[in-house]
């Protein structure tokens, strides 16, 4: 099993417990170690950003 899916509460006390706040959106546990990292990312006006759904693939 993944990691974010043996992290993912399956009840509302898990899921308080578990999830986390950052600059006001709740996100899963996985998410944590990479947060402030990403917060402090330097972006270049050539900078061009993908997003994507988590566990998508790029065509």
């Keep these: 099993m993944a990691e974010s899916e043996a992290d993912t509460p399956s009840t509302p006390i898990e899921f308080e417990s578990k999830y986390f706040e ?4 709740r996100l899963p546990p996985f998410c944590r ?5 990403i ?3 330097s972006l270049r006006s050539s900078d061009i950003l993908i997003v994507t759904y988590p566990k998508s693939e790029l065509i």
């Design 22 to 25: 950052f600059d006001g959106v």
């Design 39 to 41: 917060a402090n990312f």
């Design 33 to 37: 170690r990479k947060m402030e990292e």
